[in-house]
């Protein structure tokens, strides 16, 4: 399984950006995803995470309210968009698939993991 992250850049405080993670194998439309960032010097974390349905989504404190993941299982992808963005959401976003099919926080729940994409937000 590949996936494939994009869509991180500059964006200037305020501004938004639409993350987009693309797998390569058509099964991890049976899995959970998730999105995860890490910021330099600090832990990654996670971010938002939809069920393998897109019944079930779950968000970081940090982001509710101004962030939307979904995902489209026909083409294999998932989205996040962030809106309002702030100097403190600058980090290496990273797209994981987990092993099960519920919606998870965890990072020890997700066994694929993207090269991450970088987002940074200048104030």
């Known amino acids: 399984v590949q996936l494939q992250a994009s869509g991180g850049g500059l964006v200037q405080a305020g501004g938004s950006l639409r993350l987009s993670c693309t797998c390569s194998r058509r099964t991890c439309s049976n899995n959970a995803m998730g999105w995860f960032r890490q910021a330099p010097g600090l832990e990654r974390e996670f971010v938002a995470a939809?069920?393998?349905?897109?019944?079930?989504?779950y968000y970081a404190d940090s982001v509710k309210g101004r962030s939307t993941i979904a995902r489209d299982n026909a083409k294999g992808t998932v989205t996040l968009q962030m809106n309002s963005l702030k100097p403190e959401d600058t980090a290496v976003y990273y797209c994981?698939?987990?092993?099960?099919?519920?919606?998870?926080?965890?990072?020890?729940?997700?066994?694929?993991w993207g090269q991450g994409t970088q987002v940074t937000v200048s104030s």
């Open positions: 939809i069920s393998w349905r897109g019944q079930n989504t």
């Open positions: 994981a698939a987990a092993r099960g099919s519920f919606a998870s926080s965890q990072q020890r729940d997700y066994n694929y």
